[in-house]
């Protein structure tokens, strides 16, 4: 098994940054045959949403509502990935995910890290 375990979450006010990390371990070989790496977030109330992926050879997508403003890396050797927010909003507030996957195989998923922008 793998797994994950994110940081980084906090109180912030609008305009603000933070920065998410995630961590990996556990099976390496499970590890090393990853495609790609995701967050995810999910307010009250709502259904989780797509917030960004990132392959093993850094294509990155990202949802359009967090276009320009988040940044999704990865560190294949520290089994890390990471989401950089900026110009946050009070929108933005929810609890983030990260995902691990194998497409078509299997997928790990983190507890979730809080995060709240004051307006």
């Known amino acids: 098994q793998v797994q994950l375990e994110e940081s980084g979450g906090g109180l912030v006010q609008a305009g603000g940054s933070l920065r998410l990390a995630c961590a990996a371990s556990?099976?390496?070989?499970?590890?090393?045959?990853?495609?790609?790496m995701a967050w995810y977030r999910q307010a009250p109330g709502e259904q989780r949403e797509l917030v960004a992926t990132?392959?093993?050879?850094?294509?990155?997508n990202y949802a359009d509502s967090v276009k320009g403003r988040f940044t999704i890396s990865r560190d294949n050797a520290k089994n890390m990935v990471y989401l950089q927010m900026n110009s946050l909003k009070p929108e933005d507030t929810a609890v983030y995910y990260c995902?691990?996957?194998?497409?078509?195989?299997?997928?790990?998923w983190g507890q979730g890290t809080q995060v709240t922008v004051s307006s």
């Open positions: 995902s691990w996957y194998r497409v078509g195989e299997y997928d790990y």
């Open positions: 556990g099976n390496i070989f499970r590890i090393k045959r990853i495609n790609a």
């Open positions: 990132i392959t093993v050879g850094g294509t990155r």
